[in-house]
């Protein structure tokens, strides 16, 4: 379970948040940006659900400090949006806001766990750029890629275009750093979401299976067993996403130990997961 931090004035909004997540996460309502700071300073908040305009007009810069001093936190706007509103919008992103919910337009309840859903994704990729330690640009960018989009169909071609690189030249820098090939990266991206979804013991092996994509229940089960032998239900037991991180981090450094000379790119992962 996470924590879900709320600056949402409107208690129609955060009553229909709360149905969306139902017992999924713990929320904790600030009624101020000076009482969200402190929960996140008290409570392991992964995620900041909030109305841009709770006191007012639009607060960019405490959204700022926020993401300043939490990088790993997603901040999720949950705001009306009117044609007078639209320029905040933009303003909010270059600050910092990861998504945009427009109340009465996209929120539902299956819409907001959805986004919710990908904030997490996210927020681990914040925690997973601390661990990668010091890599090549283009390799920690595909690394934080195939997390944020776990619950995309994301595939080689898709990821080489998002990074806007040649897919040869994304096996090369990958390879070159130690690091699995973009069709295996892809799964150890979606393994990672998985695991962290499994620190939640209320969501089963099937449910996890079934919000990433994966084939099957079982198909997951044989993906878990292939890449770290290991059962959904001991990855949970081990210590969930940070144990899948460390199982990368270690085939990374392996690989790295079994080819002689300097490898362009390469640095020792730093692990601080």
């Known amino acids: 379970m996470g924590v879900i931090a709320t600056l949402l004035p409107n208690s129609a909004h955060f009553q229909r948040l709360r149905a969306a997540i139902r017992d999924r996460h713990e929320l904790v309502p600030c009624a101020t940006w000076d009482a969200l700071a402190e929960a996140c300073e008290t409570h392991p908040v992964r995620i900041a659900v909030v ?14 400090q926020l993401k300043q001093r939490w990088p790993g936190l997603s901040l999720l706007s949950y705001s009306t949006i009117t044609m007078d509103r639209v320029r905040d919008v933009f303003d909010a992103g270059r600050m ?7 109340a009465d337009q996209d929120d ?29 640009p283009s390799v920690r960018d595909a690394v934080l890629l195939v997390i944020t989009r776990a619950h995309e169909h994301l595939s080689p071609s898709g990821l080489a275009r998002l990074l806007a690189l040649p897919r040869r030249t994304v096996s090369q820098r990958l390879a070159a750093a ?3 090939p973009p069709r ?4 150890w991206g979606r393994l990672i979401v998985a695991s962290r979804m499994l620190e939640d013991p209320r969501r ?27 059962t959904p239900g001991d990855i949970r037991r081990r210590g969930g996403a940070a144990f899948v991180v460390r199982a990368l981090l270690r085939q990374v450094r392996q690989a790295n130990a079994q080819t002689p000379g300097p490898r362009a790119g390469m640095r020792t992962p730093a692990v601080a997961l």
Not at 51 to 64: C, H, K, P, S
Not at 204 to 230: I, K
């Open 184 to 187: 295996r990266l892809i799964t």
């Open 204 to 230: 089963t092996a099937d449910r996890v299976a079934a919000n990433l994509g994966f084939p099957s229940g079982s198909a997951f089960r044989n993906v878990c067993q292939r890449y770290l032998h290991s």
């Open 51 to 64: 109305d841009l305009y709770a006191t007012g007009e639009a607060n960019f810069e405490r959204i700022r």
């Open 96 to 102: 910092g806001m990861d998504a945009l919910i427009v």
């Open 178 to 180: 130690g690091y699995p």
């Open 108 to 136: 539902s309840p299956r819409q907001l766990l959805a986004r919710i859903e990908r904030a997490e994704s996210r927020s681990l990729g914040g925690e997973v750029r601390l661990a990668l330690g010091e890599v090549d």
